[in-house]
Protein backbone atom coordinates (compact mmCIF):
# COMPACT_ATOMS: atom_id res chain seq x y z
CA UNK A 1 0.00 0.00 0.00
CA UNK A 2 1.29 3.51 -1.34
CA UNK A 3 -0.04 7.04 -0.77
CA UNK A 4 -0.40 8.77 -3.72
CA UNK A 5 -1.30 12.23 -4.76
CA UNK A 6 -2.87 12.38 -8.24
CA UNK A 7 -2.60 15.97 -10.23
CA UNK A 8 -4.72 16.67 -12.95
CA UNK A 9 -4.43 19.80 -15.12
CA UNK A 10 -6.90 21.43 -17.47
CA UNK A 11 -6.80 19.51 -20.86
CA UNK A 12 -7.53 16.21 -18.66
CA UNK A 13 -10.81 17.45 -16.83
CA UNK A 14 -11.79 19.67 -19.60
CA UNK A 15 -15.42 18.15 -20.07
CA UNK A 16 -17.11 15.17 -18.58
CA UNK A 17 -15.61 12.78 -20.66
CA UNK A 18 -11.94 13.74 -19.89
CA UNK A 19 -13.17 14.07 -16.19
CA UNK A 20 -15.17 10.02 -16.46
CA UNK A 21 -11.16 9.08 -17.62
CA UNK A 22 -9.34 11.12 -14.94
CA UNK A 23 -11.88 8.93 -12.69
CA UNK A 24 -10.58 5.98 -14.30
CA UNK A 25 -7.48 6.55 -13.34
CA UNK A 26 -7.94 7.13 -10.02
CA UNK A 27 -9.92 4.13 -9.74
CA UNK A 28 -7.17 2.50 -10.59
CA UNK A 29 -5.16 3.23 -7.89
CA UNK A 30 -7.55 2.98 -5.18
CA UNK A 31 -8.49 -0.97 -6.63
CA UNK A 32 -4.51 -1.48 -6.08
CA UNK A 33 -4.98 -0.37 -2.90
CA UNK A 34 -3.24 2.60 -2.55
CA UNK A 35 -4.69 5.87 -0.58
CA UNK A 36 -5.19 8.38 -2.60
CA UNK A 37 -5.34 12.37 -3.21
CA UNK A 38 -6.45 13.82 -6.02
CA UNK A 39 -5.75 17.65 -7.29
CA UNK A 40 -7.59 19.28 -10.15
CA UNK A 41 -7.52 22.37 -12.18
CA UNK A 42 -10.18 24.28 -13.70
CA UNK A 43 -11.56 22.56 -17.84
CA UNK A 44 -9.06 24.04 -20.08
CA UNK A 45 -9.66 27.73 -21.06
CA UNK A 46 -11.90 28.32 -17.97
CA UNK A 47 -9.31 30.35 -16.33
CA UNK A 48 -8.70 32.27 -19.14
CA UNK A 49 -12.21 33.19 -19.56
CA UNK A 50 -12.54 34.21 -15.82
CA UNK A 51 -9.40 36.24 -16.35
CA UNK A 52 -10.98 38.22 -18.98
CA UNK A 53 -13.99 38.72 -17.47
CA UNK A 54 -12.15 40.08 -14.47
CA UNK A 55 -10.48 42.62 -16.44
CA UNK A 56 -13.61 43.73 -18.60
CA UNK A 57 -15.73 44.56 -15.27
CA UNK A 58 -14.19 47.77 -15.02
CA UNK A 59 -14.47 48.60 -17.97
CA UNK A 60 -18.19 48.12 -18.84
CA UNK A 61 -18.81 50.52 -15.94
CA UNK A 62 -17.22 53.03 -18.23
CA UNK A 63 -14.51 53.59 -15.60
CA UNK A 64 -11.11 54.85 -17.21
CA UNK A 65 -9.06 52.70 -14.61
CA UNK A 66 -8.43 49.07 -15.68
CA UNK A 67 -7.66 48.77 -11.41
CA UNK A 68 -9.49 45.94 -10.00
CA UNK A 69 -8.88 44.23 -6.14
CA UNK A 70 -6.62 41.31 -6.43
CA UNK A 71 -9.05 39.56 -3.83
CA UNK A 72 -12.17 40.12 -5.99
CA UNK A 73 -9.61 38.73 -8.89
CA UNK A 74 -9.17 35.39 -6.47
CA UNK A 75 -12.65 34.70 -5.89
CA UNK A 76 -13.53 34.96 -9.72
CA UNK A 77 -10.68 32.93 -10.85
CA UNK A 78 -10.65 30.38 -8.15
CA UNK A 79 -14.02 29.25 -9.09
CA UNK A 80 -12.95 27.10 -12.22
CA UNK A 81 -11.40 24.08 -9.54
CA UNK A 82 -14.84 24.24 -7.15
CA UNK A 83 -16.62 23.32 -10.52
CA UNK A 84 -13.71 20.77 -11.22
CA UNK A 85 -13.45 19.20 -8.23
CA UNK A 86 -17.16 18.49 -7.16
CA UNK A 87 -17.79 17.06 -10.36
CA UNK A 88 -14.36 14.80 -10.11
CA UNK A 89 -16.01 13.82 -6.85
CA UNK A 90 -19.45 12.76 -8.27
CA UNK A 91 -17.65 10.89 -11.39
CA UNK A 92 -15.67 8.71 -8.97
CA UNK A 93 -18.97 8.18 -6.33
CA UNK A 94 -20.51 6.93 -9.55
CA UNK A 95 -18.34 4.61 -9.98
CA UNK A 96 -18.70 3.02 -6.89
CA UNK A 97 -15.75 5.09 -4.58
CA UNK A 98 -16.29 6.71 -1.71
CA UNK A 99 -14.80 10.29 -2.72
CA UNK A 100 -15.37 13.91 -1.42
CA UNK A 101 -14.12 17.26 -2.72
CA UNK A 102 -12.33 20.06 -0.52
CA UNK A 103 -11.96 23.91 -1.38
CA UNK A 104 -8.70 25.21 -0.26
CA UNK A 105 -10.22 26.52 2.92
CA UNK A 106 -11.61 23.86 4.01
CA UNK A 107 -8.28 21.62 4.56
CA UNK A 108 -7.20 24.53 5.24
CA UNK A 109 -4.29 25.68 2.52
CA UNK A 110 -2.44 28.53 4.06
CA UNK A 111 -1.05 31.04 1.93
CA UNK A 112 0.62 34.54 2.50
CA UNK A 113 -1.31 37.66 1.40
CA UNK A 114 -0.10 37.63 -2.25
CA UNK A 115 -3.53 37.64 -3.68
CA UNK A 116 -3.38 36.49 -7.64
CA UNK A 117 0.53 34.65 -6.62
CA UNK A 118 0.29 33.61 -3.34
CA UNK A 119 2.43 31.57 -1.74
CA UNK A 120 1.56 28.37 0.20
CA UNK A 121 2.77 28.78 3.91
CA UNK A 122 1.01 25.70 5.64
CA UNK A 123 -0.58 22.83 4.81
CA UNK A 124 -2.86 20.98 8.03
CA UNK A 125 -2.95 17.38 6.20
CA UNK A 126 -4.68 15.76 8.64
CA UNK A 127 -8.09 15.81 8.53
CA UNK A 128 -6.71 14.03 4.76
CA UNK A 129 -4.93 11.30 5.79
CA UNK A 130 -7.75 10.74 8.54
CA UNK A 131 -10.06 10.36 5.57
CA UNK A 132 -7.81 8.56 3.58
CA UNK A 133 -7.03 5.96 5.95
CA UNK A 134 -11.13 5.68 6.18
CA UNK A 135 -10.57 4.71 2.40
CA UNK A 136 -12.12 8.27 1.40
CA UNK A 137 -10.83 9.96 -1.79
CA UNK A 138 -9.89 13.45 -1.25
CA UNK A 139 -10.40 15.57 -4.72
CA UNK A 140 -8.65 19.02 -4.04
CA UNK A 141 -9.33 22.13 -5.84
CA UNK A 142 -6.08 23.14 -7.16
CA UNK A 143 -4.78 26.83 -7.50
CA UNK A 144 -6.42 27.92 -4.18
CA UNK A 145 -5.60 28.04 -0.47
CA UNK A 146 -6.54 30.82 2.22
CA UNK A 147 -5.05 34.13 3.20
CA UNK A 148 -4.56 36.01 6.40
CA UNK A 149 -7.32 37.69 5.52
CA UNK A 150 -9.29 35.08 5.64
CA UNK A 151 -10.10 35.31 2.04
CA UNK A 152 -9.69 32.84 -0.92
CA UNK A 153 -6.22 33.46 -2.34
CA UNK A 154 -4.50 31.60 -5.80
CA UNK A 155 -1.44 30.49 -6.53
CA UNK A 156 -0.32 32.23 -9.32
CA UNK A 157 -0.82 30.63 -13.40
CA UNK A 158 -0.28 26.72 -13.30
CA UNK A 159 -0.39 27.09 -9.72
CA UNK A 160 -2.20 23.40 -9.55
CA UNK A 161 1.07 22.00 -9.72
CA UNK A 162 1.99 23.72 -6.49
CA UNK A 163 -1.20 23.02 -4.74
CA UNK A 164 -0.42 18.91 -5.91
CA UNK A 165 3.47 18.87 -4.74
CA UNK A 166 2.58 20.81 -1.57
CA UNK A 167 -0.56 18.44 -0.33
CA UNK A 168 1.89 15.28 -1.23
CA UNK A 169 4.19 16.87 1.13
CA UNK A 170 1.36 17.97 4.04
CA UNK A 171 0.39 14.10 4.15
CA UNK A 172 3.77 12.47 3.20
CA UNK A 173 2.62 10.70 0.08
CA UNK A 174 5.36 8.09 -1.36
CA UNK A 175 4.57 9.66 -4.96
CA UNK A 176 3.33 12.74 -6.72
CA UNK A 177 2.22 12.02 -10.17
CA UNK A 178 0.90 14.98 -12.09
CA UNK A 179 -0.98 14.37 -14.87
CA UNK A 180 -0.95 16.36 -18.16
CA UNK A 181 -1.66 16.48 -21.91
CA UNK A 182 1.99 15.04 -22.77
CA UNK A 183 3.47 11.72 -21.32
CA UNK A 184 6.24 13.38 -19.63
CA UNK A 185 9.03 16.39 -19.57
CA UNK A 186 10.63 16.59 -23.35
CA UNK A 187 14.22 18.06 -24.30
CA UNK A 188 12.20 21.02 -25.58
CA UNK A 189 8.38 21.81 -25.85
CA UNK A 190 6.89 19.03 -28.28
CA UNK A 191 4.85 20.94 -29.91
CA UNK A 192 7.43 23.30 -31.37
CA UNK A 193 9.75 20.50 -32.09
CA UNK A 194 8.13 16.87 -32.51
CA UNK A 195 11.51 15.18 -32.66
CA UNK A 196 11.89 16.29 -29.19
CA UNK A 197 12.74 13.03 -26.82
CA UNK A 198 10.90 12.40 -23.41
CA UNK A 199 13.21 11.72 -20.37
CA UNK A 200 13.19 9.28 -17.92
CA UNK A 201 14.18 11.33 -15.40
CA UNK A 202 15.58 15.14 -15.25
CA UNK A 203 17.20 16.33 -12.18
CA UNK A 204 15.46 19.28 -9.54
CA UNK A 205 18.01 21.88 -11.19
CA UNK A 206 17.20 21.66 -14.57
CA UNK A 207 13.67 21.34 -13.96
CA UNK A 208 13.72 24.40 -11.98
CA UNK A 209 15.68 26.35 -14.66
CA UNK A 210 13.51 25.28 -17.39
CA UNK A 211 10.47 25.57 -15.39
CA UNK A 212 11.77 29.29 -14.72
CA UNK A 213 12.74 29.72 -18.69
CA UNK A 214 9.32 29.10 -19.90
CA UNK A 215 8.64 25.79 -19.93
CA UNK A 216 5.36 25.72 -18.61
CA UNK A 217 5.03 21.74 -18.02
CA UNK A 218 5.24 22.63 -14.67
CA UNK A 219 5.03 25.47 -12.02
CA UNK A 220 8.66 26.57 -10.91
CA UNK A 221 7.29 26.96 -7.47
CA UNK A 222 6.11 23.05 -7.94
CA UNK A 223 9.65 21.97 -8.49
CA UNK A 224 10.61 23.76 -5.80
CA UNK A 225 8.98 22.24 -3.29
CA UNK A 226 9.14 18.64 -4.73
CA UNK A 227 13.30 19.58 -4.05
CA UNK A 228 13.16 20.93 -0.43
CA UNK A 229 10.57 18.35 0.48
CA UNK A 230 12.06 15.15 -1.53
CA UNK A 231 8.73 14.45 -2.77
CA UNK A 232 8.72 11.94 -5.74
CA UNK A 233 7.01 13.49 -8.60
CA UNK A 234 6.08 12.11 -12.04
CA UNK A 235 5.33 13.96 -15.35
CA UNK A 236 2.72 11.53 -17.16
CA UNK A 237 -0.05 11.48 -19.22
CA UNK A 238 -4.01 11.24 -18.50
CA UNK A 239 -4.34 10.73 -22.15
CA UNK A 240 -3.09 7.01 -21.99
CA UNK A 241 -5.62 3.85 -21.38
CA UNK A 242 -5.71 3.99 -18.06
CA UNK A 243 -6.28 0.27 -17.65
CA UNK A 244 -2.95 -0.16 -20.21
CA UNK A 245 -0.45 -2.36 -19.07
CA UNK A 246 2.46 -0.94 -16.67
CA UNK A 247 -0.04 2.22 -15.89
CA UNK A 248 -0.19 1.10 -12.28
CA UNK A 249 3.15 0.27 -11.81
CA UNK A 250 4.70 1.50 -8.26
CA UNK A 251 8.00 2.33 -8.66
CA UNK A 252 8.12 2.75 -12.41
CA UNK A 253 4.93 4.04 -14.02
CA UNK A 254 5.22 5.74 -17.85
CA UNK A 255 6.73 8.94 -17.70
CA UNK A 256 9.68 11.41 -16.14
CA UNK A 257 10.68 11.23 -12.65
CA UNK A 258 11.96 14.56 -11.53
CA UNK A 259 15.29 13.90 -8.72
CA UNK A 260 17.97 14.39 -7.84
CA UNK A 261 21.18 14.58 -10.20
CA UNK A 262 22.87 11.28 -8.47
CA UNK A 263 20.06 9.38 -9.58
CA UNK A 264 20.45 10.05 -13.18
CA UNK A 265 23.14 7.82 -14.75
CA UNK A 266 24.04 9.36 -17.98
CA UNK A 267 24.06 12.98 -17.73
CA UNK A 268 24.37 14.70 -20.55
CA UNK A 269 25.88 17.85 -20.73
CA UNK A 270 22.74 19.53 -22.44
CA UNK A 271 19.05 18.56 -21.27
CA UNK A 272 17.00 20.86 -22.53
CA UNK A 273 16.38 23.77 -24.52
CA UNK A 274 13.52 26.11 -23.11
CA UNK A 275 12.23 29.47 -24.34
CA UNK A 276 9.93 32.02 -22.87
CA UNK A 277 7.85 34.46 -25.53
CA UNK A 278 6.39 38.32 -24.67
CA UNK A 279 9.68 39.39 -23.65
CA UNK A 280 10.61 43.36 -23.89
CA UNK A 281 14.15 45.11 -23.95
CA UNK A 282 14.03 48.69 -22.57
CA UNK A 283 17.13 50.91 -22.91
CA UNK A 284 18.50 53.62 -20.97
CA UNK A 285 20.66 55.86 -23.03
CA UNK A 286 23.93 58.03 -21.95
CA UNK A 287 23.24 57.30 -18.69
CA UNK A 288 25.41 58.73 -15.46
CA UNK A 289 28.25 56.31 -15.07
CA UNK A 290 28.35 56.25 -10.99
CA UNK A 291 27.99 54.31 -7.83
CA UNK A 292 24.27 53.74 -7.21
CA UNK A 293 22.98 54.38 -10.34
CA UNK A 294 21.87 50.94 -10.74
CA UNK A 295 19.88 50.90 -7.31
CA UNK A 296 18.37 54.30 -8.58
CA UNK A 297 17.21 52.44 -12.02
CA UNK A 298 16.04 48.58 -10.41
CA UNK A 299 15.16 50.07 -6.93
CA UNK A 300 11.78 51.53 -7.95
CA UNK A 301 11.19 48.90 -10.53
CA UNK A 302 11.23 46.65 -7.76
CA UNK A 303 9.03 48.80 -5.84
CA UNK A 304 6.22 48.17 -8.58
CA UNK A 305 6.60 44.52 -8.73
CA UNK A 306 7.84 44.31 -12.05
CA UNK A 307 10.11 41.68 -12.65
CA UNK A 308 13.24 42.84 -14.66
CA UNK A 309 15.34 39.70 -16.15
CA UNK A 310 18.32 40.57 -18.00
CA UNK A 311 20.76 43.22 -17.10
CA UNK A 312 23.54 44.07 -19.44
CA UNK A 313 25.51 47.45 -18.82
CA UNK A 314 28.30 48.89 -21.43
CA UNK A 315 31.40 50.01 -20.10
CA UNK A 316 31.87 54.13 -21.10
CA UNK A 317 34.42 54.94 -23.02
CA UNK A 318 35.31 58.57 -21.31
CA UNK A 319 34.01 57.26 -17.99
CA UNK A 320 31.14 59.48 -17.52
CA UNK A 321 28.26 58.28 -19.47
CA UNK A 322 27.08 54.43 -20.32
CA UNK A 323 24.36 52.38 -21.65
CA UNK A 324 22.16 50.59 -19.76
CA UNK A 325 19.47 47.67 -21.31
CA UNK A 326 17.69 45.52 -19.64
CA UNK A 327 14.55 42.70 -20.00
CA UNK A 328 11.02 42.99 -18.47
CA UNK A 329 7.67 40.80 -19.08
CA UNK A 330 5.74 42.49 -22.69
CA UNK A 331 2.45 43.17 -20.61
CA UNK A 332 4.87 45.31 -18.06
CA UNK A 333 6.60 47.80 -20.51
CA UNK A 334 4.22 50.70 -20.12
CA UNK A 335 4.33 50.54 -16.41
CA UNK A 336 8.13 50.32 -16.60
CA UNK A 337 8.61 53.57 -18.89
CA UNK A 338 6.17 55.28 -16.40
CA UNK A 339 8.30 54.06 -13.56
CA UNK A 340 11.75 55.41 -15.29
CA UNK A 341 10.01 58.54 -16.09
CA UNK A 342 9.31 59.44 -12.46
CA UNK A 343 12.78 58.77 -11.35
CA UNK A 344 14.22 60.28 -14.34
CA UNK A 345 15.77 63.01 -12.00
CA UNK A 346 17.41 60.86 -9.70
CA UNK A 347 18.70 58.48 -12.50
CA UNK A 348 19.47 60.55 -14.54
CA UNK A 349 19.80 59.21 -18.14
CA UNK A 350 18.70 60.99 -21.56
CA UNK A 351 16.50 59.07 -23.13
CA UNK A 352 14.56 55.66 -22.61
CA UNK A 353 14.53 53.16 -25.79
CA UNK A 354 11.91 49.92 -25.47
CA UNK A 355 11.30 47.16 -28.41
CA UNK A 356 8.56 44.49 -27.63
CA UNK A 357 7.60 41.14 -29.04
CA UNK A 358 11.28 39.57 -28.45
CA UNK A 359 11.80 36.02 -26.83
CA UNK A 360 14.22 34.44 -24.75
CA UNK A 361 15.62 30.77 -25.54
CA UNK A 362 17.79 29.20 -23.32
CA UNK A 363 20.15 26.06 -23.45
CA UNK A 364 20.04 24.07 -19.98
CA UNK A 365 22.62 21.45 -19.01
CA UNK A 366 23.95 20.53 -15.45
CA UNK A 367 27.17 19.27 -17.77
CA UNK A 368 28.07 22.71 -18.40
CA UNK A 369 29.73 23.14 -15.07
CA UNK A 370 32.59 21.15 -16.71
CA UNK A 371 32.07 21.75 -20.22
CA UNK A 372 33.64 24.58 -22.10
CA UNK A 373 33.09 25.54 -25.41
CA UNK A 374 28.83 24.74 -24.84
CA UNK A 375 27.91 28.52 -25.20
CA UNK A 376 30.29 29.36 -28.11
CA UNK A 377 28.35 26.81 -29.95
CA UNK A 378 24.60 28.19 -29.48
CA UNK A 379 26.46 30.92 -30.71
CA UNK A 380 27.35 29.87 -34.35
CA UNK A 381 24.59 27.96 -34.63
CA UNK A 382 21.97 30.65 -34.35
CA UNK A 383 24.54 32.93 -36.79
CA UNK A 384 24.04 30.23 -39.31
CA UNK A 385 20.17 30.61 -39.19
CA UNK A 386 20.76 34.14 -39.17
CA UNK A 387 19.40 34.87 -36.30
CA UNK A 388 20.46 38.01 -34.28
CA UNK A 389 21.53 38.03 -30.85
CA UNK A 390 19.91 41.17 -28.48
CA UNK A 391 21.10 40.07 -25.10
CA UNK A 392 23.04 37.04 -23.48
CA UNK A 393 23.26 36.01 -19.45
CA UNK A 394 24.58 32.90 -18.23
CA UNK A 395 24.57 30.98 -14.95
CA UNK A 396 26.34 27.75 -14.02
CA UNK A 397 23.76 25.79 -15.59
CA UNK A 398 22.26 27.61 -18.28
CA UNK A 399 22.91 30.15 -21.72
CA UNK A 400 19.59 32.53 -22.23
CA UNK A 401 19.82 34.30 -25.51
CA UNK A 402 17.68 37.29 -26.28
CA UNK A 403 16.42 36.90 -29.69
CA UNK A 404 13.37 38.68 -32.33
CA UNK A 405 10.72 37.10 -31.10
CA UNK A 406 9.50 35.89 -34.98
CA UNK A 407 12.85 33.62 -34.48
CA UNK A 408 11.83 31.85 -31.52
CA UNK A 409 10.71 28.55 -32.86
CA UNK A 410 13.63 28.32 -35.62
CA UNK A 411 15.94 29.04 -32.38
CA UNK A 412 14.30 26.46 -30.50
CA UNK A 413 14.94 24.08 -33.04
CA UNK A 414 18.22 25.01 -34.32
CA UNK A 415 19.95 24.85 -30.87
CA UNK A 416 17.89 21.17 -30.45
CA UNK A 417 19.43 19.78 -32.94
CA UNK A 418 23.09 21.97 -32.41
CA UNK A 419 23.21 19.98 -29.35
CA UNK A 420 22.35 17.08 -30.78
CA UNK A 421 19.19 16.36 -28.68
CA UNK A 422 16.52 15.65 -31.70
CA UNK A 423 16.05 11.85 -31.68
CA UNK A 424 18.08 9.60 -33.13
P1 LIG B 1 -1.79 21.24 -17.63
O1 LIG B 1 -3.04 21.92 -18.09
O2 LIG B 1 -1.94 19.75 -17.56
O3 LIG B 1 -1.22 21.82 -16.38
P2 LIG B 1 0.15 22.70 -19.22
O4 LIG B 1 -0.40 23.21 -20.50
O5 LIG B 1 0.29 23.64 -18.09
O6 LIG B 1 -0.72 21.43 -18.79
O7 LIG B 1 1.58 22.01 -19.46
C1 LIG B 1 1.72 21.01 -20.44
C2 LIG B 1 2.31 21.61 -21.71
O8 LIG B 1 3.64 22.04 -21.46
C3 LIG B 1 2.47 20.64 -22.86
O9 LIG B 1 1.29 20.54 -23.62
C4 LIG B 1 3.64 21.22 -23.65
O10 LIG B 1 3.21 21.90 -24.81
C5 LIG B 1 4.26 22.23 -22.71
N1 LIG B 1 5.71 22.07 -22.58
C6 LIG B 1 6.62 23.07 -22.65
N2 LIG B 1 7.86 22.60 -22.53
C7 LIG B 1 7.77 21.27 -22.34
C8 LIG B 1 8.72 20.24 -22.13
N3 LIG B 1 10.02 20.48 -22.08
N4 LIG B 1 8.26 18.97 -21.97
C9 LIG B 1 6.95 18.70 -22.00
N5 LIG B 1 6.00 19.64 -22.20
C10 LIG B 1 6.39 20.92 -22.36
N1 LIG C 1 -6.34 26.78 -13.63
C1 LIG C 1 -5.16 27.50 -13.23
C2 LIG C 1 -4.49 28.10 -14.46
O1 LIG C 1 -4.97 27.93 -15.58
C3 LIG C 1 -4.20 26.67 -12.45
C4 LIG C 1 -3.64 25.47 -13.17
O2 LIG C 1 -4.20 25.05 -14.18
O3 LIG C 1 -2.63 24.93 -12.71
O4 LIG C 1 -3.52 28.78 -14.34
MG1 LIG D 1 -0.07 23.56 -16.01
Redesign the pocket.
Known amino acids: MARIVMK?????VANLERIHNVARHVKREVEAGHEVAVVV?AM?GKTNELVGWVQDAPKVTGANSPFYDAREYDAVVASGEQVTSGLLAIALQSMGINARSWQGWQIPIRTDNAHGAARILEIDGSEIIKRMGEGQVAVVAGFQGLGPDNRIATLGR?G??TSAVAIAAAVKADRCD?????D?????????EPK?R?MKKVSFEEMLE?ASL??????VRSVELAMVFKVRTF?RS?FEDPDAPGMGDLLNPPGTLICDEEEIVEQEVVT?I?YAKDEAQISLRRLADRPGVSAAIFGPLAEAHINVDMIVQNTSEDGSKTDMTFTVPSGDVQKALKVLDENKATIGFDVAQSESGLAKVSVIGIGMRSHAGVAALAFKALAEKGINIKAITTSEIKISILIDGAYSELAVRTLHSAYGLDKS
Open positions: FGGTSSSGSDIYTDVGVYTTDPRIARMGSKVLQVSGA
